[in-house]
């Protein structure tokens, strides 16, 4: 990849501040470590505090990939790449876009699941703002201790980390990598971030018991405490930041879904889990449906899971039918939701009213049940819908069984399956045990990186059918038009544009989705439709094409050293 450095990112860029010597070194959005040429050394007194030869900043990638490589684990890797980014953020970001396929599944999924467990073990340097219960009534005065200007937050407050439930303090490492996936993907500048940790205790015992264990040692507030926690946080970020993009990340699904709806019109938000997640897999399955020649309104969806993400891709593909021309009612009938109670139907009283749209009618699936049962089991699903896409959003590995994917591809010619859960020990299903009992024709992506798999002599590649495609743009965008609110319509622009990236399109053969190394092209692109969308939606400046364009490529950032 050839990288040439931005300079016109010079509003978002950090000031010395005065700062000189050790002071200067140790700061990772200033330093340039052996990079500092021999003037600056005069000028800002590092003469005598760094070695004699100075570098350029593809020496120093050189180095340091060396010393990627030199890690034994994965979790070692992570450290690596973790203190290398609290030493010199444009070291970082350098060598993680030369090596983009080889360093994200480091940074972001699936490693970034084992550093949560492990965060309190691996901890080195403070990052963020760890926002605790006992310091409620001093938000306004933590907030004061965090950089003036940020332009992208995010924040979780632990709970439902990936797909491996309460991780506590540890969910920190979520908003560290997701903004290190924001200056990587989107351009947006790492000094105009800022992750924060609602930490609001544990119920994960293991953690409590842990005598390393670095949050809050006490039982996970919820109920009217929580909420009234969550309306201060929300409070002090409007105060201190109040045109900032906030992202919320891996809360419970029962809190993600009740947040969005409280605080999407009171600031610019939005849920990853929920939005971002249905977006992605949206414009893939509508990148799937194009590679095999059929149409959408064809189709026969199974949702496993029906979480924050289950929902949020349910209902986007429903909009996404709708908006292609279909009936709503009839698109409804498309897609059987399936829970630990089986299959969402009228005949259940457990339904949340967010899924009551997609229940079936008991009265019409007697023919699906024996011995007068009421639960409609995956596998009964699976054998009377004959379904053309499964999805999994379930954290539960090896439930896409070998009977039911074979049963599945009994029914049709292409199977698309989905195996989404993250990381890569909670996922369904493997992908080459998907290839294998469809007989090669299944069109697979998963939520984690997958080598491809090669069977008789033909290689499959998986995509990952990750969020990395959709956040950075959506914040690229906000930031490119100063966009006061984000909208359904912004993500539907998104999942069409990641349709229309997709490889498939132009040369049948290809993967689903995009490579990483064009990820900063592609998410280019998906901002653009994105600000349009805004526009469109009336939340953003009314700028011309041309204008936009130019207010994109603006925004993005480039790392090179440039004082």
Partial sequence: MSLQPLSKQASHRPTLNGKRGMQLIEDPLLNRGTAFTQSQRREFGLLGLLPPHVETLEAQVDRAYEAFGEQQTDLAKYVFLRQLQDENETLYYRLLLLHVSEMMPIVYTPVVGLACQRFSHVYRRPRGL???????????????????????????????????????????????????LYSLCGGIHPARTLPVMLDLGTSNQDLLRDPQYMGWRHERIKGEQYDAFIAEFVKAVKLRYPNVLLQWEDFASSDAERLLKSYRNELCTFNDDIQGTAAVTTGAILAAVAATKTRLEEQRFVMLGTGSAGTGITHQLLRTMVASGMDESVARKCFYLIDRGGLLHDGRTDI??????????????????????????????????????????????????????????????????????????????????????????????????????????????????????????????????????????MFMAAALALRDASPPLDHPCQPLLPPLTEIRDVTRGIALAVSQAAQEDGV??????????????ECMWTPAYDF
């Fill in 352 to 489: 949340k009213a967010i899924h009551k749209p997609f229940t079936h009618s008991f009265s019409d699936l007697q023919g699906w049940v024996s011995d007068g049962k009421q639960k409609i089991t995956f596998e009964d699903v699976v054998h009377h819908a004959k379904p053309t896409v499964m999805i999994g959003a379930t954290g539960q590995a090896g439930v896409f069984s070998e009977p039911l994917v074979r049963e599945m591809a009994l029914h049709t010619k292409v199977p698309v399956i989905f195996p989404l859960s993250n990381p890569t020990s909670r996922a369904e299903a493997k992908p080459a045990d998907l290839i294998e009992w469809t007989d090669g024709r299944a069109i697979v992506a998963t939520g984690s990186p997958s080598e491809p798999v090669v069977r008789k002599g033909l290689t499959h590649v998986i995509s990952q059918c990750n969020n990395s495609y959709i956040f950075p743009a959506i914040g690229l965008a906000v930031l490119a038009v100063k966009a006061k609110r984000v909208t359904e319509g």
């Fill in 130 to 180: 760890f926002l605790s219960y006992p310091d409620r009534d001093s938000l306004g005065e933590i907030f004061a201790n965090a950089p003036e200007q940020i332009d992208v937050i995010v924040v979780t407050d632990g709970e439902r980390i990936l797909g491996l439930g309460d991780q506590g303090a540890g969910g920190m490492g979520i908003p560290i990598g997701k903004l290190s």
């Fill in 540 to 553: 953003a400046d009314n700028i011309s094409p041309h204008e936009l364009e130019r207010c994109i490529d």
